[in-house]
T-cell receptor, first 116, second 106 residues
Framework: GAVVSQHPSWVICKSGTSVKIECRSL??????MFWYRQFPKQSLMLMAT?????????EQGVEKDKFLINHASLTLSTLTVTSAHPEDSSFYIC????????????FGEGSWLTVV | KNEVEQSPQNLTAQEGEFITINCSYS?????LHWLQQHPGGGIVSLFM???GKKKHGRLIATINIQEKHSSLHITASHPRDSAVYIC????????FGTGTSLTVIP
């Protein structure tokens, strides 16, 4: 079945550096991808909606200059956390929408980011 | 007030029991999603529905658009069903429920 691959699964970075997380749809073309973050014991929070070939749409309160999203191809979207701070430490998850056949959304396995 | 309300928050069941998780929402939607999140964090999309009822194995999801309510049922529950189940709705925006933590005891 359709699979969404997210990489890396775990990343530790120093405060002030940038880190990139990739989200790939492995066997379908995803014109729309979504990025979420989740703090411990809290629900998912949608950060932005990414449409291939256009600028991402950010949710209110999400800094677009801090969380750079690129969706350059139909199978790849990237989230770059710039100038990371410890408060950015979180679980980041992507999902991709497959509109072919049964319209559904597939989730990546998520990426644990720890900023030290 | 949350746009998506789930109940119960926590649920413990004996193996084999029939389980129901409820979701109510207050916004206009194009689709409702039931998600399953395991302790490691990985999320699986169980259902995406906009009307009626869907069934996949032991899982059944129903939605009543007029009442803005959905239910997720698990028949013959098993310990491997233990996870957090999240209801989400999508329309102009995505809204997530706070999740239902299910523990199925052997």
């Amino acid at each position: 079945g359709a699979v969404v691959s997210q990489h890396p699964s775990w990343v530790i970075c120093k405060s002030g550096t940038s880190v990139k997380i990739e989200c790939r749809s492995l066997d379908f073309q995803a014109t729309t991808m979504f990025w979420y973050r989740q703090f411990p014991k809290q629900s998912l929070m949608l950060m932005a909606t990414s449409n291939e070939g256009s600028k991402a749409t950010y949710e209110q309160g999400v800094e677009k200059d801090k969380f750079l999203i690129n969706h350059a191809s139909l199978t790849l979207s990237t989230l770059t956390v710039t100038s990371a701070h410890p408060e950015d430490s979180s679980f980041y998850i992507c999902s991709a929408r497959d509109r072919q056949g049964v319209d559904t959304i597939y989730f990546g396995e998520g990426s644990w980011l720890t900023v030290v | 007030k949350n746009e998506v309300e789930q109940s119960p928050q926590n649920l413990t069941a004996q193996e084999g029991e029939f389980i129901t998780i409820n979701c109510s929402y207050s916004v206009g939607i194009s689709a409702l999603h039931w998600l399953q999140q395991h302790p490691g964090g990985g999320i699986v999309s169980l259902f995406m529905l906009s009307s009626g009822k869907k069934k996949h194995g032991r899982l059944i999801a129903t939605i009543n658009i007029q009442e803005k309510h959905s239910s997720l049922h698990i028949t013959a529950s098993h310990p491997r069903d233990s996870a957090v189940y999240i209801c989400a709705v999508s329309g102009n925006q995505f809204y997530f429920g706070t999740g239902t933590s299910l523990t199925v005891i052997p």
